[in-house]
């Protein structure tokens, strides 16, 4: 049976596109949590309905941004990933789970928004992200996926960028004890802040 | 941190990929708003109540239509567009937002198509998909991800065509201050000339 | 604006990609359609309950197929077609559309299996996606899409084939005025003629 | 017609695009069966409800898992697979059939997991997911879709594997006539075996 390791896996051609109709799966489903809602009435009172959605529109737009940044994060990785092996295929599929549950621990966050709890398991959502995307950095360097050249430019980029990030979402996350908008509102400053790198040079 | 923004975001081929993956999802969702109707009886029974779907139909149709128009748009711009960094990736996962958010307006519109707040709220959708898809162009362009002969030849046609568009949606959803029906028709007139070129000269 | 023409749509890629999106998304949710029932008691209640859902699986057995039938025509097609343009894209666009309505005439017909007008809806979705898939070929070789010793090989055993299939599919429909299930029947038969080949010499 | 035969189907392209779409598309729509809980009151409660999601998530847990397990056993054949035909092509969307019916046996599960009626029908997808694979395989030896020097080293590992996992599963599935927990353990457990090589060498 060892002789299935050798053939299982080495394509990262399809690993990307498994992630990709995942991905792009998880973030449209996450509208079908936002429903039409039934009035009786004219513009006014459809308005004042379509308002009181808003909250929902708030998690739809940091769900989208929570899997468009891990997306970007996969992507950012695969650009240096050449190979693949049957491991490094069941660590992407994991992180593709959590990328699956997002839809859920969104609708969970929307439906409970001043809840801490709703938060931390939003929060754990984002965690198990980070994880095992270092994990498929971390793996993949060591296998010899990564070109050496490569390597010794951009993955202590990759994985400080990670390890900084995280920590920053626990401690929005702990936030929540105090305010749980306010949890919410440093969520999404910091995901602005790392996909459109506000805060650092303009310089690409 | 800054060395990221070097690594990631390179690959149009990817975000082409997602691109597909959600306009395919968000095409294809719009039907589940259409719902079988519970009807007891025979043919008759079933067909008036079929027949009674039309309108979510119509939605159904112009929805599928303005989600292709900007696919299109979107495909014609990245035929250009020849690499990618990490800003033009988000200005399309922002477009592909509003992509993932068409199943939604649709389905607004299409329960309350007399409600010009529905009409303007769909509006708004098309006009965002049309700045973020200007926006995308505009950015390529000015960093160079367009090859210069192509930049020459099309960069005014794709610019143009996005604004007197647009101005006709624009003008299209103010009817709906007159009539909603009239403004959706005019909607899907200007779509059908967008799409099938009806009233240009024939050659290609 | 003419110049718009030449930039649209000459990538038969992405209109592979947004297909096989549109395709892989509307054979999936089909099932959203069969609900898991609702029951009290032990494992011959379950199994009964079980039993009363195999009509909706016959009609998901069917669409599943269908669906399977029009995307192997339709790759059979782009295995020849070399070009695209903004026109084809749009014939595509429009037999997609016809694939996303699927999931909905699978359901209409499979709560109404003996009611002929839900068979008639059926047939004309199978219809559409028939006439569509003419077109496009029609209008690939008309235009010089298909290379010319392709074209010469295979383009009449592509019409010859949509013509004759969808002959006996508006017979099989007919059937329905005798008995639905006969018709439904039917049009299996004919659909796993097409799809095996059983018929016919087994030399491939 | 026979001459359709030849032109349709030579793509193994469009086939491992549409597997990674419905594959992509199955695993998402797994989570829309596990719902948010609607409950009043604080965190305590909240925490509860979700609690008593676990067995959901199980069960959603396996099936990833089991989507993932067949997922990587198509693309180590596709690796191989290097031409295709049209029999070879409908050998895969029954396979997918069995794939997009994943969502559906997993929810009767979920409902259900204390019947082993429930627990068989999971385990006859298994068994129909792990029959069409190894149809797939053998095919397309037996028509030379295979390189020869591939065929020699790894034909009897992928048929071997096959036949051993389905033997485990079965006996899985026989346990729940003890205990239906139990049978759901030891299918992970083998699941998981399969997925990391945990009781093999660690060797790649």
Do not use: C
């Not at 009786?40 to 808003?54: I, P, R, S, V, Y």
């Not at 970007?72 to 599929?93: P, T, V």
Request: aromatic share 16%.
């Amino acid at each position: 049976m060892n002789n299935y390791n050798k053939i299982a896996g080495h394509d990262t051609g399809r690993l990307i596109a498994i992630s990709d109709a995942v991905f792009g799966v998880a973030m449209t489903l996450l509208v079908l949590e936002i429903k039409v809602p039934e009035i009786e009435g004219g513009n006014k009172d459809l308005a004042t309905a379509f308002l009181q959605l808003m909250p929902k529109f708030l998690v739809y737009f940091l769900s989208f941004m929570t899997a468009g940044i891990f997306w970007m994060g996969q992507s950012a990785q695969f650009e240096h990933i050449k190979k693949s092996d049957r491991n490094l295929s069941w660590i992407n599929l994991l992180f593709l789970l959590f990328v699956s549950v997002l839809p859920f621990t969104t609708a969970f966050l929307g439906d409970y928004i001043k809840h801490e709890f709703a938060i931390a398991i939003y929060w754990l959502n984002i965690f198990l992200l980070g994880i095992t995307l270092y994990i498929n950095w971390n793996y993949a360097v060591k296998h010899g996926f990564v070109p050496a050249e490569d390597k010794d430019e951009v993955s202590d980029a990759i994985k400080k960028r990670i390890i900084s990030s995280q920590t920053l979402y626990f401690i929005g996350a702990l936030l929540s004890f105090i305010n749980s908008y306010l949890a919410i509102g440093v969520i999404i400053a910091i995901q602005l802040n790392y996909a459109f790198a506000f805060f650092r040079g303009k310089k690409q």
